[in-house]
């Protein structure tokens, strides 16, 4: 790997990321504490709700599995969460601060990163150039008075900081390529990597494994069980495939019809009877 | 009472010609998902046409049924077939800029084909224009003619007509289904072609019923006539969420009554007769954008199989080999410094003065390049923002003697501000709405400010010829306006200004801006602020607008509404596209080529139309945005580049091109941040 900077293989867990991940912030091994508070959530479109009075907490570095039958709820939670839809009641906590009707871009500085179930990448940009814009974004960097004066083009610092992640989500070698050009599965990594390369202290992955084949979504597991486990990096994942939420998560969220019907270990709430309910309609 | 009704009541069906319009574009935006600017030109072309005949000694049937049986649902179909079928439903910039295209190409077509024709009040279609049929309630007041009764009859028959094929026919509610995905409903069946194409086709019947109704009111028929009342109609259907026929009507009917009864009732040539009152109905478009929650996710229609349209492809600039990028470059700037040298000395004056007015209009048109090329947002006002910094500049000029320096930075400061309000004002539109808030915003400045005495203290046109007695801030004068001197100055500014937007362009603020034209979404879930983004590209594009307009003013020497006016901000879009919205290479191309084009024509023969015939040839330029939304000049530019490295490089391997790979591969190797060509 060509790392810009840092020379060498990425050491994931002593590289220069978790050591500025190690600054600060509740979001720590060793320092777990409710990261994400999520209190009677409700949310309704029409006669429709969407989500009915849901209350879920996420510690710092840990993992949560959000699942359940479509239609259950779970993307309109994560946009309430995320601020692209206003809750009709409750409350959602962040790291300490009340996140109320504070704008998205906001909630995003704080340190919530995300990844989209439909995909939203930027077709007029190459893999890295999306990486660079997530880095810059993330500081809230961007003075027009530097780009009039060519004071913005990316530092080397930012360079090494977009390779170590590019490499880490296998992206390496399409860093030039435009998105246009990449395939759904590609297309999802790519916002992974848009969504590590902020150093979030919550990744919010929305079907990530969507897209990808069986190898695929076993390398997406390691690198998001990696994220947890080595950087304290927490993760809240809504993921059909069940096979890797059991290999990523340590606790897992039943949704149905927008309610929380089941929490546990993920071994727990799969043998669950209103679980099974859910999704095979059956109790048994 | 019966004064009051006796003004009120002549605006029922002043109220009926805009709710007949307002029903057509509902009728269009609902069964075809297609925004139909093009509605007033559709008008004016079975007006035009029946008037033609009439004039001609044809009998009023016949007429009618050339122009609006046969004629209007005709061009209609011919829409739909060479143009909309062709955009994706997602695609609401194509959808407008298409429509912008008719309007604009369309009214110049006829005169191009036909000449400059005079028709004056063709026959009234249905009764006696002249005959007073009754009286109202019985009084003398309120005498009810055959235009009256007809224009009533007609809007409610339609009304009824429309509301029922849409609600309660199997037809209609094929035609709402194929407004989300023609595709889609494909699968289940339908032939959704057909479907919008009966669509088109009745709407376009409505389009020259209207047309042909109100020939005998609007006369003289002109397009002017009818791109006003289109205006009109679009806040009656605004109102109406685009969803609503009867909502729209009464609102049509309410504010015929409204412009019929407020001059009555204020003073004569007060501020708000004089000001307020032609600019109503752009206020209540302006409200209802703002108000109607409906109208801010006109764009939320997603097509369920839109991944399945192929990505836009790179700039020829972002497409060519190394080798053959270094030659054009150096091309370039070979003609650049030949350009620069026959300016300074040979050129004839005539031509100098052409290629001055190219270069204030390549700098306005950086402006279309900032807002529409790079922030993704489709302005309808380019043209009002460099006339608020003309007039601007001019002012300053008359009445305090400012120089054209400083008083063109305050005009470019000024145009800024009114830029940023009218972003502040759309920060929740999108695309078609945004397109909809800067048009109210154009023709409000066209119709309630430009032509203001307080703006126009010299009757006609605001002259910058130099005062004999210079006062602040120094002599005025600083340059000579036809000459060399205007030329240093425009090609200053516009170097400037261009090396601004490239690098604006290639900056941090270029990436997001390309994040936010990608995706909103994902853009804000990055920690990007768009409401910013899109007040800084505003500004921006004010700003630069309004210097453009300052440069084009002094090239004029006097600054006058009819230079810009919302025709032009109209053109300026279609002439901007056709050439390249995404590159600066495109605006200046756009600019020089507008100007220089103007000049050719009137070499040929007057009866071909003269500037017309302009318009009409960028209008089917820029008919190709769908297929090439980046510029059919852009798109022949890349493959005569290809053509031709496939002739210099042949055989040997060298410099082989990325565009032979396509365009994926071709951006694929595109330098970073400068993958959108110059």
Request: aromatic share 8%.
């Amino acid at each position: 790997m060509t790392d810009g900077g840092t020379g060498g293989h990425v050491t994931l867990g002593g590289g220069p990321w978790a050591q500025r991940h190690g600054g600060g912030g509740p979001a720590l091994l060793g320092d777990p504490g409710p990261l994400l508070s999520v209190r009677a959530v409700s949310k309704a479109f029409g006669g429709i709700t969407a989500v009915s009075q849901v209350t879920l907490i996420v510690d710092g570095g840990e993992s949560v599995g959000l699942v359940g039958p479509n239609g259950a709820g779970k993307t309109t939670l994560f946009n309430c969460i995320c601020g692209q839809l206003k809750p009709d009641g409750g409350t959602v906590e962040f790291d300490g601060n009340e996140l109320g009707s504070m704008p998205t871009y906001k909630r995003a500085r704080l340190g919530i990163g995300r990844t989209y179930q439909r995909i939203e990448v930027f077709p007029d940009m190459s893999v890295r150039e999306h990486l660079l814009v997530a880095e810059r974004a993330r500081r809230g960097d961007g003075r027009l008075w530097k780009d009039l004066v060519n004071l913005s083009s990316p530092t080397p610092d930012e360079l090494a900081r977009v390779n170590e992640v590019l490499e880490l989500v296998g992206l390496a070698d399409k860093a030039s390529t435009p998105v246009s050009a990449l395939g759904l599965g590609l297309c999802r990594l790519v916002e992974l990597g848009r969504a590590l390369v902020a150093q979030p202290k919550l990744l919010m992955a929305d079907e990530p494994s969507s897209g990808l084949d069986v190898h695929e979504t076993h390398e997406l597991a390691n690198v998001l069980r990696t994220l947890q486990r080595e950087r304290g990096m927490a993760v809240l994942l809504v993921e059909h495939d069940l096979g890797m939420v059991g290999e990523v998560v340590d606790r897992a969220i039943v949704m149905d019809l927008g309610q929380v019907i089941a929490e546990g270990t993920f071994d727990e709430v799969m043998a669950h009877p209103e679980v099974r309910h859910a999704y095979l309609g059956t109790s048994g | 009472m019966v004064h009051f009704l006796g003004f009120a009541v002549p605006g029922i069906p002043n109220g009926c010609t805009f709710a007949l319009f307002a029903i057509g574009l509902i009728l269009t935006y609902q069964a075809t998902g297609v925004f139909n600017f093009a509605f007033a030109a559709q008008a004016y072309t079975s007006a035009f046409v029946y008037g033609l005949l009439c004039l001609h000694g044809w009998p009023v049937w016949f007429a009618f049924l050339v122009s609006v049986v046969i004629l209007a649902p005709a061009l209609g179909l011919g829409f739909d077939y060479f143009l909309f079928r062709r955009i994706p439903n997602t695609n609401s910039t194509a959808k407008v800029v298409t429509g912008i295209s008719l309007l604009v190409g369309i009214p110049s077509l006829l005169t191009v084909i036909f000449g400059n024709q005079q028709l004056d009040a063709p026959p009234s279609l249905l009764f006696n224009a002249d005959t007073v049929y009754f009286h109202l309630f019985g009084v003398t007041d309120l005498p009810i003619n055959g235009i009256d009764i007809g224009t009533v009859i007609v809007t409610v028959v339609v009304l009824v007509a429309m509301v029922v094929l849409l609600r309660y026919t199997s037809m209609g509610l094929k035609m709402r289904g194929s407004v989300e995905s023609r595709r889609l409903i494909q699968l289940d069946g339908v032939n959704a072609d057909r479907v919008v194409a009966f669509s088109w086709a009745v709407s376009s019947f409505l389009a020259g019923l209207a047309g042909v109704l109100f020939a005998h009111q609007l006369a003289p028929v002109q397009p002017e006539n009818y791109q006003l009342l289109l205006i009109t109609a679009i806040a009656a259907a605004a109102w109406g969420r685009l969803r609503s026929m009867p909502v729209a009507a009464l609102v049509a009917i309410v504010l015929g009554v409204i412009e019929s009864v407020a001059p009555a009732y204020l003073p004569t040539g007060g501020f708000l007769n004089a000001v307020v009152v032609p600019v109503i109905p752009m206020i209540v478009l302006a409200l209802a954008l703002l108000f109607v929650p409906g109208l801010r996710s006109l764009d939320d229609s997603k097509d369920p199989l839109a991944s399945i349209d192929p990505p836009t492809p790179p700039t020829a600039a972002a497409s060519r080999a190394p080798t053959m990028d270094r030659i054009i470059r150096t091309g370039w700037y070979a003609l650049l410094v030949v350009f620069v040298v026959s300016m300074l000395t040979w050129m004839p004056v005539l031509w100098e003065g052409v290629f001055n007015e190219g270069l204030a209009f390549s700098v306005i048109f950086l402006s279309i390049t900032l807002i529409t090329g790079m922030g993704g947002q489709l302005s309808l006002a380019q043209a009002t923002l460099a006339g608020v910094g003309a007039f601007t500049t001019g002012l300053l000029f008359y009445h305090f003697g400012f120089n054209e320096l400083s008083g063109g930075i305050v005009g470019a400061v000024l145009a800024s501000v009114v830029a940023v309000a009218l972003a502040l004002l759309s920060l929740r539109l999108r695309g078609l709405g945004l397109a909809l808030m800067t048009l109210a915003a154009a023709v409000f400045f066209d119709q309630g400010v430009f032509n203001q005495p307080q703006v126009q203290p010299q009757s006609g046109a605001l002259s910058l010829i130099p005062l004999s007695n210079p006062k602040w801030p120094g002599p005025v004068g600083i340059f000579e306006r036809n000459g060399h001197w205007l030329f240093v100055v425009c090609m200053v500014v516009l170097v400037l200004v261009t090396l601004a937007v490239l690098q604006i362009r290639k900056g941090t603020t270029g990436h997001y801006l390309g994040a936010m034209r990608g995706s909103e979404t994902g853009a804000a879930g990055l920690g990007i602020n768009l409401s910013w983004q899109r007040i800084m590209i505003f500004a921006l594009s004010g700003a630069v607008a309004g210097i453009g307009g300052t440069l084009f003013a002094y090239y004029q020497t006097s600054v006058t509404p009819n230079y810009f006016n919302v025709d032009f901000s109209l053109v300026f879009v279609v002439v901007v596209v056709t050439t390249g919205v995404s590159t600066v290479e495109g605006a200046i191309q756009a600019g020089i080529g507008l100007t220089v084009t103007f000049q050719l024509v009137t070499y040929l023969p007057g009866r071909l139309g003269g500037q017309s015939l302009v318009f009409v040839l960028f209008a089917f330029g820029a008919l190709t945005y769908a297929a090439h939304p980046e510029g059919v000049l852009e798109f022949q530019k890349r493959r005569s580049t290809l053509r031709f490295e496939r002739l210099l490089f042949s055989g040997s391997g060298r410099g082989a091109s990325p565009g032979d790979q396509g365009p994926q591969a071709a951006a694929a190797v595109a330098p970073e941040g400068g993958g959108r060509g110059d």
